[in-house]
Structure formats: C-alpha cells, structure tokens
C-alpha cells in the first residue's frame, strides 16, 4: 500500500503520455541509399572499432539515448526511436522493442516506430551527409567542443534522469539551435581528428556495412549439436527438464570453456529444427506460450560485449554429465507437461512440481553467483524497480539443501506450493493494483507462519552453522557480496568489506521465487503497475532472507537488529505488517560471545566457509594498519596501506568528511613504471538509510553521515562514475588530499590535482585502458563498461537519490 499516493500523483502524466504515445510520426518510405563505387573504409576494419571506444559507452542496451544501440550493425541499421523503454508512468505495455528479436529487417523496424540515422531519401553522395542525423550529431558535436577540462553545463544531464529528446532528421535543426552544445559525443572529450575525419568520409560514401557475421567453428559447431540434442530430446522428462533449464539461461551468455574462442551464444526457442537457420520465436517472457511446434536452439550472439548485460554461463562435457546426474539420476516420472498458463508462469514450484526439488535447488546453487547476478545485475541495464528495495552493501548466504524443508520433505514442500504464487507482471489495471497486492502479502505471510511452525518442528535447538550451504568449500558461488549503485548493482564472489548492515541467507523458495520475479517474469517494457507490483513482492523477499538471517542471531538480539534496519514512522508501522520474525525465540546453535553477534557471525562464517569466503579482506577488515595481503608485491603494500586509511570508517569520522562528496562508483588507476603494470581499485561509497523500505522520497530516508567507502581491489560495476588517476609515488598524497577535503572547493581542487573531469583530454585513453585491464584481469567476465552515469564534477557533490 505505501508508494500508491505518491503513483496517484502521476496518473495524469501517464494518461497524458498513453494519448502520446499513439502520435509518433509516421516515417517516410526509404529508397535505396546511394553508395560510392570504391569505399574509403571498411565498416569493421575502421568504423566499427570507433563505436567500441568512443560510442558504445554509452549506446549499449536499453538504456542507450533514444534507442541507438551501436553495439552491432543491426542496431545501427535499425536506428533511432522516440520511445523510451525507462518510463516509470506508462500506463501499458509498450511493443518490445529487442534487436534480433522484434523485428528482422529495418522495414520492420519503421513500422515500430524508428527511424534511420543515414540518408534514405536517395540522391548524389552529397546528401548522404545533409540528411544523416548520424553525421548531424556527430558534426555538431565537431563544431561545439566543450574546452579541455572545462566544466560541463549545468543544463545538461546524464543517465537514466536525462530528458529523452530523439529529434527525427525533419527536426535536427531546432534541436541544433536548442542545444548547440548537446551533439555526440555528449558533453565529453570528443573524437580525434583521424575519427571524425573516418566517420564523415564513410557516412559521404553511403555508410556501407561491409562483411557478414562470423559463423560458428568447426569445433563449436560440434558442441552445439551435441547440447541441441540434449534441449530438444523428445521423452517427457527431458522435455520438461529443457523447459526448466531453458527458463533459467535464456539471458545468459553461453560459452564452450574448453575452446578459449571468445563467442558467446543464447539459447532461444525457433521454429526451425537444429541443421537449419534459427527463426527466432520472439515471446516476451521465456515462459509465454511458443505454439505447437518449437525447438531449442542456440544462437552465435553477434554484437559486442557490454559489461552492464554481460552473464557468462559455461558449457562443458562436465556441465552436462552434472545436468544427467541432477535431473535424469532418480525414478522420477511426468505425467502430464505442464502447459503454458499463467497460472504456471506466476508459480514454477506447481509448473515444474514434478522435477525434484533438490536437482531445482542444487543447479541453482551450482551457479548461485549467475543467478544473483540475473537479478541483481540482469540484462536489463537499470533495475531500480529491484536495487531501490536494498542496501548499499550486503552478504548473501544460502541454506544448504539438507537443512532445508522444502528440498527434504515432500509433504512440506506440498503444503507451501500453493502460497508460492508471485505477482501478475502480465497486470496493467492500475486501479487493482492495492487489492491483489493485498492478495499476494497474505499469501506470504501464511507462508512465513507455515515455514515457522515446520522449521520449529524440524529443529527446536535452532539453527547451527551447518545449515549454511558450504559450497563444498570449493564452490565460491557460496558467499557472494552485493553492492547497490542507486540503480543498478553488482555482485561479486566473497564477502567484501566491513560487515555489513544486513545479510541474506536465501532459501530454495526465495531463490527461486526472486529468480521468476526480477528475470523470468520481469517485462522491462510493462506498465507502471506491472513495475510497482514486482517492486513490492521484491520487498517481501528482501526481507524473508533478512530474517532467515536473523534466526542465527541470539533470540534477545533479533527483534533490535531487525528494528536498526526499518527506523522512522511509516517503516515501523511495517514492521508489524510486513516483516514480522517468525520464531523470534527459537534458539540458535551457535555460541556468541559478544555484545556484537552480527560481526562474531561474519567471522564464525568466513572461518565455516574457508576459502570460498575469500580471501581476508585487509583493505576493508583491517583491525590494525597496515594489514599486508598475501602475495602482495612491495608497491601494491605500499599503495593498500594507504588505501586502508580510507577504508570502511563512517563520515562523521575525523579525516572522513570527504565520503559525502564521492559517487556511488569511482575507478582509480594507480600508476606505476609500465602501464600494463599498474593497478586498479574500486571506491565505493556505501549509502546509508533509516530503511529500504519504500519507494518513493529516498532522499528523506538517506544518512550521509553514516555512509562509509568499501575499497575493492580490482574493478567493481558497470557504471563508473569516475576516475582517479594517480602515480604509486603519490598515493600518499592522495589518500591525504582526500581526507583534507572539508568543503566544496577543497574537494574540486582535489580533484583538479587527480580526477579525469569529462572534458579531461586523456579521458578516453584512461577509459580503454580500463576496458583492456578488465579483460585481462578476467576475460570471460569482461565487457566495455557505460559512461551514461559519469558524473560531471558539481554532480560530484550532490547526493543523487531523488
């Protein structure tokens, strides 16, 4: 019910904007754009490398400016649209709009709305450059520099709060003359004299896409027939098995890991056999009916790889013997497949009743890191319907599947299946929203009562250490660190930084219920209602792995921690409505010893957990500088050892003052004698609230003076909002600068003597050479990182939580 005034408020926008949306204008009919005889350039010999360095940046996925993904030829090709897919008052659903997906050729595209950035209306070569909104852009970008290290206006803004202004080729020149300084590259260092030079020129002779996708290898092709014929095996058990798995991996980004080619693949649902070209079925959600007749393929993806979408699976011989010995071990049989209702969309635990819950839960756990990812960092670019309902910082545990009731009793499992149903994304009634949502809490809560009573039963000594999932001590999916970015996050392996506010320990029904709720279910296209709802179930899952948590906290201390977490009126009141501790007697198996159960627990578990809780964290976890990693080399001692000055103290600190000036994401480079030499570190600033519990006015709820920065050894996030540049012999010099920054100018001049500022002439070499270093450090994981959220440097000292 909270956040429903505050949606009220907006109606009238979202009708005003349903009525807008039927008024786009409609696109003229292309002719065949004219082309020179002989090309100067080649599009992927030398434009295309240009996109990958200057463009994608920030024209990746659907959070690119005006839907121009440049990411592939088929998102250049497709073009521009007025459209945003991150509209928080659209009253529907809007048509989906997925490049290989949607739509296969450009006339398909038109007719939803886009529009080319080339010349389309014919004539000499001359006009290609007169009508291209793509050479428009870029030439006014030419002709408007902002002056090196310059401040960037105030007028204009980034990422997701950025008016969303697509001037069609028709109306370029009211917007040059609104804008003049709002060309592209956008309020950035701009191309190089060789760049522009190359793009003008290829745009000039028609902007030709040259070459043809590079199909599977030999070897590849082998591996894909071989995982093709185990998706589309016909006995009904494997049938429902490849419904299952596909439902999880639909997003991921397959790879063979015995082959080292560097491809990626998806898996898809066509309506063509394996042997024949894949006809895509372009469903909304992976659990929407595909008709009669299809097979599971998998699909070469061909653009380029962005950190922000990027979720790596691997496929193996041994990936698939594990598959077999899961699913196919036991005597289990299928009655009758489950059909395609949205009664078993909205409730896998009734869809896939027949597979064992304990293969379910232990492929999850197997890849527990890829899931977490799924929904925490997913592949839709910007998730704040998901990262405005959690903390900065947290640890998550899972419960191991011995211990856990609805993988060892049937019956139990039975009884819980009809109050695991999630909530109607595929629900668009506004008006309904408060009563269903009513609905779904009373559903949860008969749940955490029947989980209570069942768990009392099971186990009245409470919990013990053993109950936490241990990864075999080699699966390091088994303790993974959050951090939230306003909107968007990242998960990392471990637990990384000072103990946190709050842990998760997650079950197979939270599990499972936040993989279908924030992926599988999840249409980053839907309705205002559709995004609310998802927001407010997500909330209740929150806070069941909270207080799974806390049921391994002493029974006095369980209520006080859990009240630290949810201060102020309005989250009080939720407390007794929402988020209620089952068995908050119970006891616990676990001797404390402290008046601090919260950080005897994180040593407890890290001990329990042995290497896959990581390494120890002395940036972060550091009782008494200088704490030395082992292995360190004589620099990074010295570089760490400052960096520990600033580490995981709260502002209010003496020589902390400066927290309250950094962004959520800042990369720093430390240089030393060579670059492919030098390091890379992570400042995160973790932000402190009374709650997470609310949608709306997060700028009430925040403590600057609370909030802390966690240091991470490596690169961390999609969206840096900074750079620091900095010689090892200056370390010193800059963690002192830092904490002498008091004041607004204080800091501006720090970041004068460190910063790389927008305009900073050096700022794209300092970007690829982050790009190359996340690569090496990690090339399955790597991508090309966004610059849409990097700040400008006023923005730096403004707490950006609106």
Known sequence: MQGLNRMREVLGLVLLAAVAAGCAPTPEEPVERTVAAEQTYSYTRDVQPIFETKCIACHACYDSPCQLNLTSAAGLSRG????????????????????????????????????????????????????????????LGRQHPLPANSAVPDDIAFGLGRENVCPTPGEFE?????????????????????????????????????????????????????????????????????????????????????????????????????????????????????????????????????????????????????????????????????????ANALNPFVAFAAIPARARYSFMLDNADYFVRTFIRGPVCAGQVATDVIEDRFFVLFQDPDSDLSVTDAGYLKQIEPLMILVPGTDERVVELAADWETRKHARNDYIRLRGQAYRAKQPGGPSLGDIWDGDRTNPSAALTVFRNYDNATVKEGLVGAVPETLWVMDY?????????????????????????????????????????????????????RDSWYRGVRAEHKLHTDYVIVNEDLPVQIEYHTPHPKSEFVTFVSEYLGPVAGPPD?????????????????????????????????????????????????????????????????????????????????????????????????????????????????????????????????????????????????????????????????????????????KKVADLMADETP
């Open 509 to 561: 029904p939270i599990l499972e219920r936040t993989y279908y709720l924030l992926v599988a279910n999840f249409d980053v296209f839907g309705s205002v209602a559709s995004q609310l709802e998802t927001r407010f179930y997500f909330d209740l899952l929150r806070s069941g792995g909270e207080n799974n948590f806390l049921h391994f906290m002493p029974p006095g201390s369980r209520a006080t921690l």
């Open 174 to 342: 009211s917007y040059a003359k609104d804008k003049p300084l709002q060309g592209m590259p956008l309020a950035i260092t701009g191309l190089s004299d060789k760049e522009y030079e190359t793009l003008r020129q290829w745009i000039l002779e028609g902007g030709v896409i040259d070459g043809q996708p590079t199909p599977a290898g030999p070897a590849e092709r082998d591996r894909i027939r071989v995982w093709e014929a185990f998706f589309n095996h016909p006995a009904a058990r494997n049938r429902l098995v490849a419904r299952y798995l596909y439902e999880h991996l639909f997003a991921a980004h397959l790879y063979f890991d015995d082959l080292k080619t560097g491809n990626f693949f998806e898996l898809v649902r066509s309506t063509t056999p394996p042997g024949e070209p894949v006809q895509v079925i372009a469903t909304v959600r992976p659990n929407d009916d595909p008709g009669p007749s299809f097979y599971y393929r998998l699909r070469k993806l061909e653009e380029t790889i962005v950190h922000k979408t990027h979720l790596p699976y691997a496929l193996s011989a041994r990936k698939r013997e594990r598959f077999e010995a899961l699913f196919f071990a036991g005597d289990w049989k299928v009655d009758a497949l489950p059909d395609y209702s949205s």
């Open 618 to 790: 002395v940036l972060n976890r550091c009782a008494k500088p200088p704490c030395r990693r082992v292995g360190a080399s004589p620099v990074e001692q010295q570089v760490e050892a400052q960096l520990q000055t600033i580490a995981a103290r709260p502002a209010f600190d003496e020589g902390m003052g400066f927290v309250d000036f950094m962004p959520d994401i800042a990369f720093l480079r430390v240089r030393t004698a060579s670059p492919a030499q030098d390091l890379a570190y992570t400042l995160v600033r973790d932000k402190a609230h009374t709650s997470v519990a609310f949608l709306f006015q997060e700028e009430k709820r925040r403590e600057p003076e609370k909030d802390n920065l966690t240091v991470y050894r490596g690169l961390l996030g999609s969206y840096p909002n900074f750079i620091f540049d900095v010689p090892a012999e200056k370390m010193g010099d800059f963690t002192e600068g830092l904490r002498a920054a008091r004041t607004r100018e204080q800091f501006t001049d720090f970041v004068s003597r460190f910063g790389v500022t927008r305009t900073h002439p050096g700022i794209w070499e300092q970007f690829a050479w982050f790009v190359d270093y996340g690569r090496r450090a990690d090339p399955i994981q790597a991508g090309i990182y966004d610059l849409n959220r990097y």
């Open 80 to 139: 521009a649209a007025k459209s945003q897919v991150y509209d928080s008052s659209r009253p529907l659903a809007m048509s989906p709009t997925r490049l290989f997906v949607d739509a296969q050729t450009n006339a398909e595209w038109r007719q939803k709305g886009f529009f080319s950035v080339f010349n389309e209306r014919g004539g000499p070569l001359g006009e290609n450059l007169q009508y291209s909104l793509l050479y428009d852009m870029i030439e």
